[in-house]
Every structure is written in structure tokens, then in C-alpha cells.
């Protein structure tokens, strides 16, 4: 069975500096990553996926499969990131099952 | 646009009671629709998850059941509630087919709380 983990219930970085959100996964097959994100008062949705490799909120992540992980970066974190931001999998695409991790928060201090 | 309820909001309801949350999806046809429930301290944990009307699909075992009797509407219920059915229930839906399974919408979830 697939796991996800996100090792950091909460993480508080400065605003300017640098953020990495971690993600390690474990499952067998070939896993599609993806980040979800869940704003004050707002609904969970999805940020971004691996396969797209793409920058969403100035946020990227790289899958590493010798590493199985898939951190979530930003080279400068701005006050509006604060959030809770969860990690999840897709054993396949051929999946209806997103595994997910139990999610860290990211307080950004002005 | 596409758009997703779910009542109630909160609920607290004694052990033994029966169960019945409603979640409908507005804006897309033929969604699949999926249950989730985040207990305390822990992830989202699938629950159901349904590709059409009267088509269920069970991830755990479980004191919970699920139906779809119409389109876009998926109900979560149980017939007697155990204390450890305490959490918060998310509804979700995405668009049918197999290219976007993983690109979710939540509702703005139940909580629940067992008493």
C-alpha cells in the first residue's frame, strides 16, 4: 500500500527567506505527486502536480524517485503563503485514490 | 462555474444515533464524486468514491455507507454511530473520465462530532 509523509506538522519561516515543504512517499509503482494547499477560510485545492513542471505561486516541487520525495519549494516566502499544504499521491493514473499526508502548516512571519 | 455543498456544517450526534450528510454538485455532469474523512491528528483518508448513479466504490471497512441516487448528489450515512466516527467529512468531486482523477474539488466539509 502507498504512504505519504510529511514529517513537519508546522513550519515558521521569515518572509523573504526560503521555504521547503517535505514529502516522502512510498509505494511500488510509478506515483503521480501532487501538492494541495488550504488558505485561511478557504477550501482545500490543488496547487500543483509533478508531471506539469510547472511554477504555480512562485512554489515548485521535483519528484526524486532515488529519494522518494517530492518537496515543495520557494526561494522567497511572502505572507500570503500561510497555509496548510498537503502532500498526496496517485498510485497510476488510472487511480480514483489520492493518498495524502497529514499536511503542514507554513506560518510566514512578517 | 462548478460548485460544491455540503450540509450540514457541523453536527453532533449521540452514540447509536443514525447518520445522513448530503453533499451536491452544481455546474458538471456525470462528476466523480468522492467522501473523505480527516480524524484528529491524521491525513485525509478516502472513504468512498463513486463514477456514476448507483455505483459506489468502498476504500475501507467501515461503519459508514454511501449512496448516489441521483447524478450529482452522493450521501455519506451510517445507521448507528460509533464514537470513533468523530472527524471531519469532505466531500469532493472531478470531472469524469480517466485524464483528471487527481485534480479534486472539496466541498467545505461536515464536522462531526460523536457524543
Known amino acids: 500500500a502507498q504512504r505519504v509523509t510529511q514529517p513537519e506538522k508546522l513550519l515558521s519561516v521569515f518572509k523573504g527567506a526560503p521555504v521547503e515543504l517535505k514529502c516522502n512517499y512510498s509505494?511500488?509503482?510509478?506515483?503521480?505527486l501532487f501538492w494541495y494547499v488550504q488558505y485561511s477560510r478557504q477550501r482545500l485545492q490543488l496547487l500543483l502536480r509533478h508531471i506539469s513542471r510547472e511554477s504555480i505561486k512562485g512554489f515548485t516541487a521535483d519528484l526524486n524517485k532515488g529519494e522518494t520525495s517530492f518537496h515543495l519549494k520557494k526561494p522567497f516566502a511572502q505572507e500570503e503563503d500561510s497555509a496548510m499544504y498537503y502532500c498526496?499521491?496517485?498510485?497510476?493514473?488510472?487511480?480514483?485514490?489520492?493518498?495524502f499526508g497529514k499536511g503542514t502548516k507554513l506560518s510566514v512571519i512578517p | 462555474s462548478q460548485t460544491i455543498h455540503q450540509w450540514p456544517a457541523t453536527l453532533v450526534q449521540p452514540v447509536g444515533s443514525p447518520l445522513s450528510l448530503e453533499c451536491t454538485v452544481e455546474?458538471?455532469?456525470?462528476?466523480?464524486l468522492y467522501w473523505y474523512r480527516q480524524a484528529a491528528g491524521r491525513g485525509l483518508q478516502l472513504l468512498f468514491y463513486s463514477v456514476g448513479i448507483g455505483q459506489i466504490s468502498s476504500e475501507v471497512p467501515q461503519n459508514l455507507s454511501a449512496s448516489r441516487p441521483q447524478d450529482r448528489q452522493f450521501i455519506l450515512s451510517s445507521k448507528k454511530l460509533l464514537l470513533s466516527d468523530s472527524g471531519f467529512y469532505l466531500c469532493?468531486?472531478?470531472?469524469?473520465?480517466?485524464?483528471?482523477?487527481?485534480?479534486?474539488?472539496f466541498g467545505p466539509g461536515t464536522r462531526l462530532t460523536v457524543t
Open positions: 455546474g458538471t455532469s456525470n462528476p466523480n
Open positions: 469532493a468531486w472531478s470531472l469524469p473520465g480517466t485524464g483528471r482523477r487527481y485534480e479534486q474539488y
Open positions: 509505494y511500488s509503482g510509478s506515483p503521480e
Open positions: 498526496a499521491l496517485q498510485a497510476g493514473a488510472g487511480s480514483y485514490q489520492l493518498t
